[in-house]
């Protein structure tokens, strides 16, 4: 059965440190995507990244990087000069590609919650 | 786009009660999904729908448990006889059908509580 795993629950940093969430995730699957969603206090998940498991290149997006290594199973996300605004929950997300005929059915871990202070 | 709405953010009731929620997603937006998340926990998939149709259930939803998406757009989720358990944030996404791993946008979630 599919199971991602966050092990980290809480992390706090200081403003301007960078920080890594980590992300260990299960599957028998040879396809499958792998997302990182936001979650701050509002509520609502936001939508960061999406990666197919053919596609191993790392990826930077402004302060945000994601490292995928398939011989791990792991899927880690890093917040470079991390701001206070980037507190929030932070998860990581399965979806088999036997499911996505029907539907994109997340397979999401605990989230890690960052704490970002001045 | 004004992103996915849900009624009511918060919802409290007392146990044996019927609730009913409703999430209007994204327009032009096929499908549509329930979520559930308890506290300390990521979200779990409940259902969800193409347009119209109830494709998939989880074994999560109980027959107290019903949800309709009359017309393929907006969408209710109604609990009878609630009990103490269903207390939870329930999360509702829309997306464009891709048929391969498709970004989902959320809404804010309705909380219940169940006294």
């Known amino acids: 059965a599919q199971k991602v795993t966050q092990a980290q629950t809480e992390i706090s940093v200081v403003e301007k440190e960078d920080v890594t969430l980590d992300c260990v995730y299960e599957?028998?699957?040879?396809?499958?995507?792998l997302f990182w969603y936001k979650q701050p206090p509002s509520g609502e998940l936001v939508f960061l990244i999406r990666r197919n498991s053919f596609d191993e290149q790392n990826e930077i997006s402004g302060r945000y990087s994601w490292n995928f290594q398939k011989s791990t199973s792991s899927f880690n996300f890093t917040i470079t000069a991390s701001q206070v605004v980037d507190s929030a929950v932070y998860f990581c997300?399965?979806?088999?590609?036997?499911?996505?005929?029907?539907?994109?059915?997340?397979?999401f871990g605990t989230g890690t919650r960052l704490q970002v202070t001045l | 786009d004004t992103g996915v709405s849900q009624n009511p953010r918060h919802k409290i009731t007392k146990r044996g009660q019927n609730v009913t929620f409703r999430c209007d997603p994204i327009?032009?937006?096929?499908?549509l999904y329930w979520y559930r998340q308890t506290l300390g926990q990521g979200p779990e998939f409940l259902t969800y729908f193409q347009n119209e149709a109830q494709l998939e259930k989880s074994r999560l939803l109980s027959d107290r448990f019903s949800a309709e998406r009359p017309k393929g757009s907006f969408s209710t989720l109604e609990i009878q006889r609630t009990e103490q358990g269903d207390s939870a944030m329930y999360l509702c996404a829309s997306s464009k059908s891709r048929g391969r791993g498709e970004k989902l946008f959320f809404g804010s979630g309705t909380q219940l509580s169940v006294l």
């Open positions: 327009s032009e937006h096929n499908r």
């Open positions: 997300a399965l979806s088999e590609d036997r499911n996505t005929g029907t539907a994109s059915k997340l397979t």
């Open positions: 599957t028998r699957d040879t396809t499958y995507y």
